[in-house]
């Protein structure tokens, strides 16, 4: 799985690079292959990489608990 992030990365990269390319040389047209390439990275590559990071861990370790906050121990002050 981290070889397809890393190769949409790299297309996303390339689809941005290439749009700035176009952009300096011609004209407007460059403007396409940015928006292309952030579309990619914001609707694609962003939900795979942040699926891949979280597939395994707890998410309620990262959670607030409200129930801790009454608990603490607060005899010092």
Same mark, same amino acid.
Request: zero cysteines.
């Given at each position: 799985? $981290?070889?397809?992030?890393?190769?949409? @990365?790299?297309?996303? *990269?390339? @689809?941005? %690079?290439? %749009?700035?390319?176009? $952009? =300096?040389? +011609? %004209?407007?047209?460059? /403007?396409?292959?940015v928006g292309i390439g952030v579309l990619i990275?914001?609707?694609? *590559?962003?939900?795979? @990489? *942040?699926?891949?990071?979280? #597939?395994? $861990?707890? *998410?309620? /370790?990262?959670? @607030? #608990?409200? /129930?801790? $906050?009454? +608990?603490? =121990?607060?005899?010092?002050?």
């Amino acid at each position: 799985m $981290k070889y397809v992030i890393r190769i949409l @990365f790299f297309i996303v *990269l390339a @689809f941005i %690079g290439y %749009g700035f390319y176009i $952009k =300096n040389s +011609t %004209g407007a047209a460059g /403007d396409k292959w940015v928006g292309i390439g952030v579309l990619i990275s914001a609707l694609v *590559l962003m939900p795979i @990489f *942040l699926w891949h990071r979280y #597939k395994n $861990k707890n *998410l309620e /370790d990262y959670r @607030f #608990k409200f /129930d801790n $906050k009454n +608990t603490e =121990n607060t005899e010092n002050q």
